[in-house]
């Protein structure tokens, strides 16, 4: 930035400043357009890292908005928004109008955004992240208004609130911060204590605790973790156990009567499918490159219409930076969900190049080597390529003495990849001591915990050959269609959707994935770089260097030719996508395989099953102008908003 432009920004920022200290009062105070009648009742928490500065009811009135550089307009019809909450708080709150006429939050009680840290004040409506100016957000009467800077909220969902009395009850506590893409993201919160009645307890590997109601005595459980926002405190209330009636005999002769046989509950298979190209947003992705790949494999598992995969591919086209192996390797699986040659896109090179002889990348998380098995094997790795064998016998070597890899999750995932692979050395036992845990896990309702670990341990039933409906699912649809609970955030819902989607359906993921044949000029180590495809009408290119941008060119849509027919109903035998055509061809294979479904929903978004997102908290400033869809204000003010702040920090 010249000289000239900072001092051009210096004196329009001095000048803003000025005019919002000189006019603070009088927005406050304007009599002619604010009426009585004009308030809302809400529940405002102001937290920093070290300090609650507020927590508890406000009824806030309406006030005039502002003109640009903060100059309240009494012309305009008053409004119930954030802006005003914070105003009426009764704590010293400064304003910056650079981007007026939004209003960027710049202190609270004078404690201000980090600028060097990229650490600014973000805020929330009911646990949904804030993607706009605070005075362009209306309130609600009942709303939870959460402003923060520096410590991130935690999320505490409960699968039924009014149990009957023997029933298992599961608590999910889950945290906010940012992606990979600097993305606003859920994860579980692995290290969380929940408090029922009082009583202690750690959340295990997939954010769950699960518990049997004894009584109906009401129980009141939060969640907290040291550097996050505890959750809000929630009631179940169990109920007794309804006696038993015995069935009325049907009758042995005559007309009428006659009795009537509960059907098992499903999934909605096109109301979930509705529910999430309907969440597409305008950029093509579902919030983030991890949720965007997940909701790809789920729509193709449901034969979608292929109307949301132009904007998808454009969207991958822009580029992703990865972080973990096991972000090629989902993006891998979503790729060839979608019929597109992984090699194209440089994802299978990151995967082979982490291999080191032994395993995938870091050997304390086996997930990067049960992840890499779907990819390679339908990237035309097989049983006899050193790399599936040594990744094989690793993943053999750190299963636990209980059949586990830690968790309902990775077990379920861990047993669909070896399921892959049934003849080499070790696997038939470790899928023998898999099952035994994961059954051992399921209860009476068909639930191994949450939606997220049901989905995936219905898969790994299905691997394994075992039949059961998914009435765990059907339980937790919601009426939009969705996967989840009431309290769920869209992100949440769109992440439980997606997963459950494959489950309901039957479907393991590697009967999803298309299969595409190696490179002619392969590392025949297996370990180094495989070289990449040559396509038409366009180059899927992406760098040979881990933790660098994949950028993909989308394709135009062409007519790709699916061979194989299976008896799950994947993908019809002809059908219109948009692939990529390789110079080189190569037909596109569907696995086959009969339903062997086992109870209820499977897999939770677990931090060590499926690409763990790294979390950046509190880079997410509070409020900007008109912000990109789909997380866009957090990369624009991660990028152009630090580096502005940054050289002019000094003026503030």
């Known amino acids: 930035m010249g000289s000239r432009a900072v001092a051009v920004r210096a004196s329009l920022s001095t000048f803003a400043f000025a005019l919002v200290f000189l006019f603070s009062t009088f ?95 973000g805020w929330f409506s009911n646990l949904a992240y804030g993607q706009t100016a605070l005075n362009k957000h209306t309130l609600t009467n009942g709303e939870h208004m959460l402003i923060t800077l520096g410590k991130q909220p935690l999320q505490l969902t409960v699968s ?10 599961t608590l999910t506590v889950t945290q906010f911060g940012l992606d990979a893409s600097y993305n606003p993201a859920w994860s579980p919160a692995t290290t969380s204590v929940v408090y029922i009645n009082g009583q202690a307890t750690s959340t295990d590997a997939a954010g769950n605790v699960s518990f049997v109601a004894t009584s109906t005595d009401p129980l009141d459980v939060y969640a907290t973790e040291d550097g996050f926002v505890p959750t809000i405190h929630t009631t179940i209330s169990p109920v007794a156990t309804p006696a038993v009636i015995a069935p009325t005999p049907a009758p042995t002769s005559g007309g009428g009567g006659g009795g009537i046989i509960a059907s098992t509950p499903t999934v909605n298979i096109s109301n979930a499918t509705n529910y999430l190209l309907a969440q597409q947003g305008a950029n093509g992705s579902w919030g983030s490159a991890m949720l965007s790949d997940w909701a790809a494999i789920g729509l193709i598992s449901a034969n979608a219409p292929t109307t949301y995969q132009t904007s998808l591919l454009n969207y991958f086209a822009q580029g992703a930076t990865f972080s973990n192996i096991t972000d090629y390797e989902r993006h891998a699986m979503a790729l060839e969900a979608l019929g597109i040659n992984p090699y194209t896109s440089g994802t299978i090179d990151h995967i082979t190049s982490a291999f080191d002889g032994t395993a995938i990348g870091d050997k ?14 339908a990237a035309g790795y097989t049983a006899s390529d050193p790399i599936i064998q040594k990744t094989v016998a690793f ?38 001591q898999a099952k035994g845990y994961l059954l051992a896990h399921e209860d009476a309702q068909g639930c191994f915990g949450n939606s997220f670990s049901t989905s995936w341990a219905l898969q790994a039933m299905d691997s394994l050959g075992m039949t059961a409906p998914a009435t765990c699912l ?72 881990a933790a660098t941008s994949t950028a993909i060119t989308p394709p135009i849509p062409t007519t790709a030719t699916n061979t194989a027919t299976t008896t799950r109903t ?17 037909t596109s294979t569907n696995k086959t395989g009969t339903r062997h479904h086992h109870t209820s929903d499977t897999n939770a978004p677990t931090t060590a099953t499926e690409a763990a997102q790294p979390i950046a908290p509190n880079t997410q400033p509070a409020a900007v102008a008109d912000a990109p869809a789909a997380g866009g204000i957090i990369s624009t003010l991660g990028h152009f908003v630090a580096s502005l702040w940054h050289a002019v920090a000094g003026l503030f």
């Open 570 to 586: 994947l993908l019809a035998p002809t059908h219109t996508e948009s692939s990529i055509t390789t110079t080189a061809t190569a």
């Open 474 to 545: 059907a339980a937790a649809q919601q009426a939009d269609g969705s996967i989840g609970t009431a309290y769920d955030t869209q992100q949440t819902k769109i992440w439980a959707t997606s997963y459950a989607l494959p489950a309901a359906l039957g479907k393991p993921w590697e009967t999803i994935l298309h299969t595409f044949s190696k490179p002619v000029a392969t590392d025949s180590s297996n370990t180094g770089t495989v070289a990449t495809a040559t396509i038409s009408l366009a180059t899927l290119a992406a760098s040979s260097t």
């Open 364 to 377: 304390t998380q086996v997930n990067n080597d049960i992840f890499a098995i779907f990819p390679l094997l």
């Open 160 to 169: 039924n609130t009014a149990p009957t009395v023997g029933d298992t009850i």
């Open 27 to 121: 927005v406050l105070t304007l009599p002619a357009s604010v009426r009585a009648d004009d308030s809302v009742s809400i529940n405002l928490a102001i937290e920093t890292a070290n300090a609650t500065l507020f927590n508890g009811p406000l009824t806030v009135t309406a006030c005039p908005p502002v003109a640009p550089h903060g100059v309240p307009d009494p012309s305009v019809a008053s409004t119930t928004n954030a802006l005003c909450a914070l105003n009426q708080s009764g704590i010293p709150v400064v304003w910056d109008w650079t981007y007026a006429p939004d209003a960027f939050l710049t202190s609270i009680g004078g404690i201000g955004n980090d600028y060097t840290n990229n650490v600014y004040w």
């Open 395 to 432: 993943i053999i070597s750190q299963q636990s003495a209980d059949g586990s890899w830690g968790s309902v999750d990775l077990t379920a995932a861990a047993v669909q990849a070896l399921a892959l692979v049934p003849n080499m050395p070790g696997v038939t036992n470790a899928l023998t």
